[in-house]
């Protein structure tokens, strides 16, 4: 019985013991690491569509317990640097005396390709006071921060679309609509055509209820970051109580959204040299 105890007292004692020594190894630690100077990104990086248009804030911050001069650090970058601007900033961080955190600002340039994910790499490369470059450690946490630009872009041809069918309605309200869209395209070789653009408004039986009798394709221009313009052509010829009406032509800007494969047309239909109505027809491809 005794040396059962005398086993037991001896365990605590030695257990108390070793718990005292890690316990005063950790406080250590932790006031070594608190005295030790460190610049440190926020976080160890993000993944963004190219065709974001916002600022991005790419933060650090300098750690450390008595932080009365001014310190700098600077940033090595990996990547192409056509993906992104410099917003009022570049490759530096600055921390005055005081001061313990600043940031870079970037913002992404959509190139309009479908050339996959990039990256940008930045990495903590010096700083004026020889502090640690991401949190103290072998592993020196938080010295890169890594950002994905995303391409969200969709490859397609003008004779893909060209040859494509569609279906969406216009955003008439009221007696007015909303109209199913009459849209049609095709492809000559070499441009992009629309015919029936208004279409569904022009023949819509509870409102306008003309007749269309003369149809004219339209040439659209799809730039490279889709932006749609269609300059100022003629449309249809039409019929109403057994009467041609005056001609009527149409111009528009818009966007074709090549992931969803929608194009957003907005559009004034015009008559006798004045704008009828203006209305947003959005179509999207069949599959």
Known sequence: MKNIFKYTLSAFILGGVLFSCNEDDMDDQNYKNLEENSVHFESTGNGLPEATSGIIPIVAFYSSTNHTTDVTANVNLEGNTSDFEFVNSDLTYNF??????????????????????????????????????????????????????????????????????????????????????????????????????????????????????????VLVNIA???????????????LWDNEIQPDYYIRATGRYESCSERMIINYDLIQGGAILRSYTETITKNN
């Open 96 to 217: 005055p005396a005081g001061v313990y955190s600043d940031t870079i600002f970037i913002q992404l340039n959509d190139n309009f390709n479908t050339d996959g994910d990039r990256e940008l790499v930045f990495t903590l490369a010096s700083v004026s006071n020889d502090a640690n470059l991401g949190y103290p450690g072998p592993e020196s946490l938080y010295s890169t921060y890594t950002l994905t630009v995303v391409d969200d872009d969709c490859a397609y041809t003008l004779e893909e679309l060209g040859n494509a069918s569609w279906s969406g309605s216009d955003n008439a309200a009221g007696d007015e609509g909303p109209n199913t869209s009459q849209i049609v395209s095709s492809y000559d070789g070499t441009n992009l055509y629309l015919e029936g653009i208004a279409y569904g408004w022009l023949t819509n039986s509870n409102y306008w209820d003309e007749e269309i009798v003369e149809s004219y394709p």
């Open 224 to 238: 490279a970051d889709g932006s749609l313009t269609i300059e100022e052509q003629l449309l249809a010829i039409t």
